[in-house]
């Protein structure tokens, strides 16, 4: 059965430290992986994909398929990225699963 | 309309009572998801909808939770007898369903209270 595993429930750093987001997700297909974020006060949303490789705001996540895992990243941690991230597979023509999610915390 | 939207936004509600909320798709998405986000939890997966086909109820927690949908569009989630453990936000999303990397656009959710 597919599963996303997020294994910290809270994680706090200074401003300008690195970050890192745990992600691990069980799946026997090819995965689509995403991030989502969701700021104080606003709707969920899309913070960045596997596929398109790209960064956002400064994150990264690369796939790693022998590890099982897209840990998310940021090698300086700004106040605004203090936020709920989800981790979140496709599969079946898009449907999503997503992760408890990881509550980050900069502090100044 | 420009997103997903969800009605009520609040709502309260006693013991006992049925409740029923609404989205609103964006227009043309054939995939629907409801997820309920407890108070520092996660989200956890309640009913996916996906074109003509038979809703995935996997997620559904007991036989008082209901979802409908109408072709593509609007999708109601009903709670009846709702109980205290109930109080949640229930968050919608829609998405194209189909292709690869398809972005899922979340509604604001509803907040649920059972007093």
């Known amino acids: 059965a597919q599963r996303v595993t997020q294994p910290e429930k809270l994680l706090s750093v200074f401003k300008g430290a690195p970050v890192e987001l745990k992600c691990n997700y069980s799946y026997s297909g090819s995965p689509e992986l995403f991030w989502y974020v969701q700021y104080s006060r606003q709707r969920l949303q899309l913070l960045l994909r596997?596929?398109s490789r790209e960064s956002i705001k400064g994150f990264t996540a690369d796939l790693n398929k022998g590890e099982t895992s897209f840990h998310l990243k940021k090698p300086f941690a700004q106040e605004e990225d203090s936020a709920m991230y989800y981790c979140a597979l496709a599969y079946n023509f898009n449907k999503f699963y997503f992760g408890s999610g990881t509550k980050l915390n900069v502090k100044p | 309309g420009a997103g997903v939207s969800q009605s009520p936004s609040n709502k309260v509600t006693e013991k006992g009572k049925d409740v029923e909320l609404r989205c609103d798709p964006i227009s043309g998405h054939t995939a629907l998801y409801w997820y309920r986000q407890r108070l520092g939890q996660g989200l956890e997966f309640l009913i996916y909808f996906q074109g003509n086909s038979a809703p995935d109820k996997s997620g559904l927690p007991s036989d008082r939770f209901s979802a409908e949908r109408t072709g593509e569009s609007v999708s109601t989630l009903t709670i009846q007898r709702t109980q205290q453990e109930d109080s949640a936000v229930y968050l919608c999303?829609?998405?194209?369903?189909?292709?690869?990397?398809?972005?899922?656009?979340f509604g604001q959710g509803t907040r649920l209270t059972v007093v």
């Open positions: 596997h596929i």
């Open positions: 999303a829609s998405s194209l369903g189909t292709g690869h990397s398809t972005e899922a656009f």
